[in-house]
C-alpha cells in the first residue's frame, strides 16, 4: 500500500529539548516536503527536497532543519524547539516535475511547553 | 503572489442537503488546482484534482468541483452530504515558482446536522 508514514504522531516536549519527527515514504518519490498547519493559516510549507541531497527552505523555515541522505525518508528536526512551534506538521511526498498529487502523512500533533 | 481564498471558516448543513465549498485562486495562467480533505485525526486525502481540459471534475466519496476561470474559482460542491462528510476541507493551488509546492487556503470546517 503506497503511504507516508510520520512518527510520532503525538509529542509534548519541552523547550529547548532537541527532538526529530521521522517521515518515510514508498512510492519512490522524488519530492517529498514539509507543512505545519495552524489554526486560521492553512498549510505553510517549512522545507522541501527535490530529490537525494538537494533540500531548501519554504515559507516558514525558521527554527527547524531537514536532511535527505535516502529517497524514502526525510526528516524534521527541532533543534530547540519553543512553544511558537506547538502545531500539527505534515510530511508529503509526490512525483517529481509538478502537476502531481501530493500524498500526505497523518501528522504530527507536536506540542511545546 | 499566489493565493488561495476560502472564504467560509465554518459552514454546518443538514444530512441530505447539497454542499458548496468556496475556492478562489489568485493567477494568471491555468492554475493546477486540488482539494483535500481532512477528516479528525487524520492526514490529508485528495478528493480531486484540475490540471487541464474539462472544467467539471469528478472526484471521490461524489464530490465534484467546477473550474471558472472568469470568476478564478473552483467551488467544491456534493448534491447530498453524509455525516460522514463532516471534516475539514482545503483547496490548494500548485506554485509555479518553480519550487512545486502547494499553496493552501484556510480551510473550510464542515459541521454535519442528523
Known amino acids: 500500500e503506497a503511504q507516508v508514514t510520520q512518527n510520532p504522531r503525538y509529542l509534548i516536549t519541552v523547550t529547548g529539548k532537541k527532538l526529530t519527527v521521522t517521515c518515510s515514504q514508498n512510492?519512490?518519490?522524488?519530492?517529498m516536503s514539509w507543512y505545519r498547519q495552524d489554526p486560521g493559516l492553512g498549510l505553510r510549507q517549512i522545507y522541501y527536497?527535490?530529490?537525494?541531497?538537494?533540500?531548501d527552505k519554504g515559507d516558514v523555515p525558521e527554527g527547524y532543519k531537514v536532511s535527505r541522505k535516502e529517497k524514502r525518508n526525510f526528516p524534521l528536526i527541532l533543534e530547540s524547539p519553543s512553544p511558537n512551534q506547538t502545531s500539527l506538521y505534515f510530511c508529503?511526498?509526490?512525483?517529481?516535475?509538478?502537476?502531481?498529487?501530493?500524498?500526505f502523512g497523518q501528522g504530527t500533533r507536536l506540542t511545546v511547553v | 503572489a499566489q493565493s488561495v481564498t476560502q472564504p467560509d471558516i465554518h459552514i454546518t448543513v443538514s444530512e441530505g442537503a447539497s454542499l458548496e465549498l468556496r475556492c478562489n485562486y489568485s493567477?494568471?495562467?491555468?492554475?493546477?488546482l486540488f482539494w483535500y480533505v481532512q477528516s479528525p485525526g487524520q492526514g490529508l486525502q485528495l478528493l480531486l484534482k484540475?490540471?487541464?481540459?474539462?472544467?467539471l471534475v469528478q472526484g471521490i466519496k461524489g464530490f465534484e468541483a467546477e473550474f471558472k476561470r472568469s470568476q478564478s474559482s473552483f467551488n467544491l460542491r456534493k448534491p447530498s452530504v453524509h455525516w460522514s462528510d463532516a471534516a475539514e476541507y482545503f483547496c490548494?493551488?500548485?506554485?509555479?515558482?518553480?519550487?512545486?509546492?502547494?499553496?493552501f487556503g484556510t480551510g473550510t470546517r464542515l459541521k454535519v446536522l442528523a
Open positions: 508529503a511526498s509526490r512525483k517529481q516535475g509538478g502537476h502531481t498529487e501530493a500524498f
Open positions: 512510492m519512490n518519490h522524488e519530492y
Open positions: 527536497s527535490m530529490n537525494v541531497e538537494v533540500t
Open positions: 493567477y494568471g495562467a491555468t492554475p493546477y
Open positions: 484540475y490540471f487541464s481540459g474539462d472544467t
Open positions: 490548494a493551488v500548485e506554485s509555479t515558482s518553480g519550487t512545486y509546492k502547494y499553496i
